[in-house]
Nanobody, 124 residues
Framework: QVQLVESGGGLVQPGDSLRLSCAAS????????MAWFRQTPGKEREFVAT????????DYADSVKGRFTISRDNAESTVYLQMNSLKPEDTAVYYC?????????????????WGQGTQVTVSS
């Protein structure tokens, strides 16, 4: 079992950058495919990005391609989400998630473990 804790959220202006971190404990994350999701009130949890266990394969939602970058440091048991050129529509609670197995999936129900979330607000 792994515990996930997100950090790095905050209030920024449109066009700014922010880096989210997801620190894992309890078990090394090298055995897990990792992902970031986001959610706004009244909406379904939305896929943002995912990364393979080695970090060699990534996938993004179309809405963030070219602006967001997911990465991981298995030695530090940490996953990152670098967010550039932020837009007001990126405002959400961002969640880190982990799943066993090698396949990269964008469905929330495929993920076994979740963090508590970190708020990102993009507003002028």
């Amino acid at each position: 079992q792994v515990q996930l804790v997100e950090s790095g959220g905050g209030l920024v202006q449109p066009g700014d950058s922010l880096r989210l971190s997801c620190a894992a404990s309890g078990r090394t994350i090298i055995t897990y495919s990792m992902a970031w999701f986001r959610q706004t009130p009244g909406k379904e949890r939305e896929f943002v990005a995912t990364i393979s266990r080695s970090g060699g394969t990534v996938d993004y939602a179309d809405s963030v391609k070219g602006r967001f970058t997911i990465s991981r440091d298995n030695a530090e048991s940490t996953v990152y989400l670098q967010m550039n050129s932020l837009k007001p529509e990126d405002t959400a609670v961002y969640y880190c998630a982990a799943k066993t197995g090698a396949f990269l999936l964008s469905r929330p129900d495929a993920y076994n473990y979740w963090g508590q979330g970190t708020q990102v607000t993009v507003s002028s």
